[in-house]
């Protein structure tokens, strides 16, 4: 149990769509990550948060964006929908050396 | 690059020990972990090891570290059904105030009986 929750947990969408997952921590983890894990493939990092302003960023076009909240809840919206976009979808609270907490995911299918 | 490399599959028999092998890119990464994932689950982190350490015992979980190679090992004593999932080497790497786990492509564990 990492305190981490992730939602939706399934979802499909069509291609040229907008997505919005969300993430919250009972931990109250002040830096959250989330990462694309597509089918046979470990997970790349798309951006971090913290203290709501987004402090770094992955290989990932602008139509990859996410905010947090000051409950330190966190959204990753994602426009214009690709099919190369379905994908598990992994939020994760950082801890004090650097680890991260998963939530159980959100499975994107785009098609 | 930013390539960390695993092997992709690994085949034991239960009750013997499993060797994960992983190599990494940046030698200034402070900390290295092991991850695991069940299928359809999310990643629950299993272990990790600070980089000025080479080696660290967590109950069946021994990691090793050789930093001059870039090298980093999980092995599980006993393996169990259980065991059988997708395990994930990362490190972290750090740019400006943002860190970043760089995760390899997975080895694929297979317990059986």
């Known amino acids: 149990e990492t305190g981490v929750t992730q939602s939706p947990t399934h979802l499909i969408k069509t291609r040229g769509q907008q997505v919005t997952l969300r993430c919250s921590s009972q931990s109250g983890h002040n830096t959250v990550s989330w990462y694309q894990q597509a089918l046979g493939q470990g997970p790349q990092f798309i951006f971090q948060?913290?203290?709501?302003?987004?402090?770094g960023r992955g290989n990932f076009p602008p139509r990859f964006s996410g905010l947090q909240f000051p409950n330190y809840s966190s959204e990753l919206n994602v426009n214009a929908l690709e099919l190369d976009d379905s994908a598990l979808y992994l939020c994760?609270?950082?801890?004090?050396?650097?680890?991260?907490?998963f939530g159980e995911g959100s499975r994107l299918t785009v098609l | 690059g930013e390539d960390v490399e695993q092997s992709l599959f690994l085949s034991v028999r239960e009750g013997d020990s499993s060797v994960i092998n992983c190599t990494y890119t940046?030698?200034?990464?402070?900390?290295l972990y092991w991850y695991k994932q069940e299928p359809g689950a999310g990643l629950q982190l299993l272990t990790y090891?600070?980089?000025?350490?080479d080696m660290k015992q967590d109950q069946r979980l021994t990691v090793l570290l050789n930093k001059k190679d870039k090298h980093l090992s999980l092995r599980i004593a006993d393996t169990q059904t259980g065991d059988s999932a997708i395990y994930f080497c990362?490190?972290?790497?750090?740019?400006?105030?943002?860190?970043?786990?760089?995760f390899g492509t997975g080895t694929r564990l297979q317990v059986t009986l």
């Open positions: 090891i600070f980089s000025n350490m």
């Open positions: 990362a490190e972290i790497l750090h740019t400006g105030t943002a860190s970043k786990l760089t």
């Open positions: 994760g609270g950082q801890g004090n050396t650097g680890e991260l907490f």
């Open positions: 940046d030698s200034s990464s402070t900390y």
């Open positions: 948060y913290y203290r709501e302003e987004e402090n």
